[in-house]
């Protein structure tokens, strides 16, 4: 009987010794997990929305893992159609701004109403944004369907120093066509030094 209880323990042994690696695999994967995975623990989808959503409170955390879990940069939101970046540039989220252009965001993307990132940061006095955006390429005399350009937005804004950087990259008084221009703007707000400095750049009317 004595060599048939060794036996036993030695298959007792050889049993609990090949288990064990398949007791630790699910340990491992918890502590690894997906950016899908950390998604859900937050309760949070991989959409679109939540993209533009995050990208607006400057939360890049959440930004990256929803780009790690496969939303598109570019991707837009389903009412307004803006991006991501169109948000984070509205709120002058710089550094996000950044990682979003790295990871190929484009910098003309227009939403619903024709408005670029371009125009959307002007509107709300983002000069650094705007800065940003004009370094990689933002097409300055972009105009909206609702005859906007960054221009107009700038004086809206009442930021001087935003209407001298686009004048200084080649934005045009002139613009648009069709519709209220950045002077009569200017004018109408009481905005003298804007309306100088248009004046100045248009060639001196009035």
Not at 115 to 136: C, D, F, K, M, S
């Amino acid at each position: 009987m004595q060599p048939s209880k060794c036996l036993k323990t030695l298959l007792r042994r050889a049993l609990s010794t090949l288990a064990a690696p398949l007791l630790i695999l699910p340990v491992q994967a918890a502590d690894n997990p997906t950016p899908s995975q950390r998604l859900v623990t937050m309760g949070l989808e991989a959409t679109p929305a939540r993209l533009v959503q995050f990208a607006a409170q400057g939360d890049a955390n959440v930004v990256g893992l929803l780009l790690q879990a496969g939303v598109s940069v570019n991707a837009t939101d389903p009412l307004r159609q803006v991006t991501a970046l169109h948000n984070a540039a509205a709120q002058g989220h710089v550094s996000l701004m950044k990682k979003l252009l790295e990871q190929g965001a484009n910098v003309n993307a227009a939403d619903w109403f024709g408005t670029t990132p371009l125009i959307a940061a002007a509107y709300h006095g983002q000069i650094e944004a705007v800065r940003l955006l004009l370094q990689q390429g933002a097409a300055v005399n972009a105009v909206s369907k609702e005859g906007a350009t960054a221009l107009t937005a700038a004086v809206y804004s009442g930021k001087d120093a935003l209407l001298d950087l686009l004048l200084a990259q080649g934005a045009s008084p002139a613009l648009p066509a069709n519709g209220e221009q950045p002077l009569a703007i200017a004018q109408r707000a009481g905005r003298g030094a804007m309306a100088a400095a248009l004046q100045k750049n248009a060639g001196g009317a009035k």
